[in-house]
């Protein structure tokens, strides 16, 4: 029986990522089901349903911090496409990875402005404006 939290958490991962976020869930699901429902129900069902942030500032700030991180580019991607989903703009987001330059270092922001172009890419051949 699915939980309160988890069906909060789809729902939340669905109206952010779509069909990306259940893509990255069904991928675990036949090797580690448990992160597959943790990854739903901590940082979806508790996490990105607290009422303080909009959507579009949680994933301004998810953005920031994945592309920092410099490693995680399947995961930035998915969050680049979630951004735009939720309200940020092509503008906002290759902002953010400028402003990365300046705390994460030019690696950094370089590899985040490169995942976004991917995802731009792929937006205007599925012929989404945003």
């Known amino acids: 029986m699915e939980s309160d939290r ?8 669905n ?4 069909h990306a976020g259940e893509k990255v869930i069904e991928a675990l699901k036949d ?3 448990d992160l597959a429902r943790y990854t739903i129900e901590f940082p979806f069902g508790d996490v990105y349903s607290r009422g ?3 959507l579009k500032e949680r994933e301004i700030a998810t953005v920031a ?3 920092a991180l410099g490693n995680a580019q399947p995961q930035l991607k998915v ?5 735009l989903n939720v ?10 990875m400028i402003q990365m330059a300046v705390y994460a270092g030019f690696p950094a922001a370089l590899n985040g402005i490169l995942a ?3 995802v731009f890419a792929e937006r205007d051949e599925a012929g989404q404006s945003n």
Request: net charge negative; glycine share 10%; hydrophobic share 40%.
């Open 15 to 18: 109206e952010i990522d779509g």
């Open 52 to 54: 303080v942030l909009s």
């Open 65 to 67: 911090a994945l592309a």
């Open 31 to 33: 090797i580690a089901p």
């Open 87 to 96: 309200g940020c703009t092509r503008n906002e987001v290759v902002e953010i």
């Open 116 to 118: 976004a172009k991917e």
């Open 6 to 13: 988890y069906k909060r958490g789809w729902e939340k991962l």
């Open 79 to 83: 969050h680049i496409h979630g951004a």
